[in-house]
C-alpha cells in the first residue's frame, strides 16, 4: 500500500472511531444518569406497592388516561433484564479490552 493510501485509510478508521467515542461517550453519560431510576424500578417490582397499584388496575380503579407500563409485568421485566445485560455486557467488553 502506498503512503498516500495509507494515510487516507488510517484517516477513515480514525474518523470513524472518533464519531463511535463520542456517541458512546453520550450514550453512558445517559446511561449512568438513570442509575437511581433503575434501582428505585427495581425496588418497586414485584414491591407490596407494585402489587396493591398492579390489582387496583386490574379491578378499573385507575383513571382511565394514566399511562401505567410500569404496571406491565413483561414491561418492566424487559426493562430491568435488558439494563442487567447491558452491565454485564459492559463488564465482558472492558474485561477483553484489557
Not at 23 to 47: Q, T, V
Request: hydrophobic fraction near 40%; proline fraction near 1%.
Amino acid at each position: 500500500m502506498e503512503q498516500t493510501e495509507r494515510i487516507k485509510e488510517m484517516e477513515l478508521r480514525m474518523d470513524r472511531a472518533s464519531a463511535a467515542v463520542m456517541e458512546f461517550s453520550a450514550a453512558l453519560d445517559k446511561f449512568e444518569a438513570i442509575k437511581d431510576d433503575i434501582a428505585r424500578l427495581d425496588a418497586y417490582y414485584g414491591s407490596s406497592d407494585w402489587h396493591r397499584d398492579f390489582d387496583d388496575d386490574q379491578a378499573g380503579l385507575l383513571p382511565e388516561g394514566l399511562k401505567r407500563g410500569v404496571l406491565s409485568e413483561d414491561g418492566l421485566w424487559n426493562l430491568l433484564s435488558d439494563y442487567r445485560e447491558l452491565t454485564s455486557r459492559l463488564k465482558d467488553t472492558i474485561l477483553s479490552m484489557q
